[in-house]
């Protein structure tokens, strides 16, 4: 009895070995492949939003080396190269999805906005037309006031600017885009106040602080607004602020507030330097 106990047991360890054998042993024949996994851990989207552009730009590439035809990896290469400021290319690439029939209205908004970065408006513009009103993105409307801008349609441009404004949490460039419309159309009130709603949206977007100091210089008001502002930023809005005063014919302000900016300057600021030796000259 005891013999037979043992050689059960015996021949039970000898399959379990074997089993756990086949457990460990990979299977050499198996090819994996590299796409399916690159699916499965998101990958693809990672490149398109926080790795490098141009190394995406190269993944991308070599991605679509092995699977040609695959459209979404045309996508991550087009949005990589927009990304890595190579708009010219992303433009070919996008040309080519939109030929797709699985292409999508997305694609199509995306090429609208390559084709503006390369400073192509009616193409762009011909992209959008062939957009579902019922398709309504953010990106879209932005685009559209955009379009509408270069085309000086300003009723239309001010109804997009401001439902794209209602279709996202981040205004801030909207505000900041639609405020340089009004600015550039002569509304400088308006052009403050939409100004500061970007800055309210993102204080630190020192593009719409900018704005707003020519703005409220347009309007001879030569005093800095009430924002939060870095040193550096403080001497840059000055300087600015000076330039606008004197090519508006406000000599002395100008000459004050340049020097003004070169004392609040931490360091040595080059160009307002200059600007004042020239109007001293």
């Not at 699977?67 to 087009?78: I, N, Q, T």
């Not at 607004?225 to 330039?243: G, K, S, V, W």
């Not at 003004?260 to 600007?275: C, G, K, L, M």
Request: hydrophobic letters at 40%; proline letters at 3%.
């Amino acid at each position: 009895m005891r013999l037979f106990s043992l050689t059960v047991i015996c021949t039970s360890l000898v399959l379990g070995l074997s089993a756990c054998e086949k457990l460990k042993k990979p299977d050499v024949d198996k090819k994996i492949d590299g796409v399916n996994v690159i699916d499965a851990t998101n990958l693809n989207d990672i490149m398109m939003t926080v790795a490098d552009p141009n190394e995406a730009v190269d993944y991308f590439q070599r991605a679509l080396t092995q699977e040609p035809g695959r459209l979404d990896f045309k996508r991550g290469l087009a949005k990589s190269l927009v990304r890595a400021k190579r708009a010219s290319e992303a433009v070919l690439v996008f040309a080519d999805i939109v030929d797709d029939k699985e292409a999508t209205n997305s694609d199509r908004v995306d090429f609208a906005d390559a084709l503006i970065r390369t400073n192509e408006w009616p193409k762009a513009e011909a992209q959008l037309n062939k957009v579902p009103p019922t398709f309504e993105t953010y990106k879209r409307y932005r685009l559209e006031a955009m379009i509408a801008d270069s085309n000086q349609d300003w009723d239309k441009a001010d109804s997009f600017y401001e439902t794209a404004s209602g279709l996202t949490t981040t205004p801030a460039g909207v505000y900041n885009n639609w405020g340089y419309s009004k600015l550039t159309r002569g509304d400088f009130n308006q052009a403050e106040k939409l100004f500061l709603q970007a800055i309210t949206y993102d204080k630190d977007m020192f593009t719409a602080k900018n704005n707003l100091v020519l703005a409220r210089a347009s309007q001879r008001k030569y005093s800095l607004p009430i924002i939060r502002m870095t040193q550096i930023e403080r001497a840059e809005l000055l300087h600015t602020m000076a330039i606008s005063a004197i090519r508006q014919g406000d000599i002395d302000i100008g000459r004050g507030l340049l020097e003004e900016a070169i004392e609040t300057h931490p360091q040595h600021f080059d160009v307002a330097v200059r600007t004042l030796a020239a109007l001293e000259n």
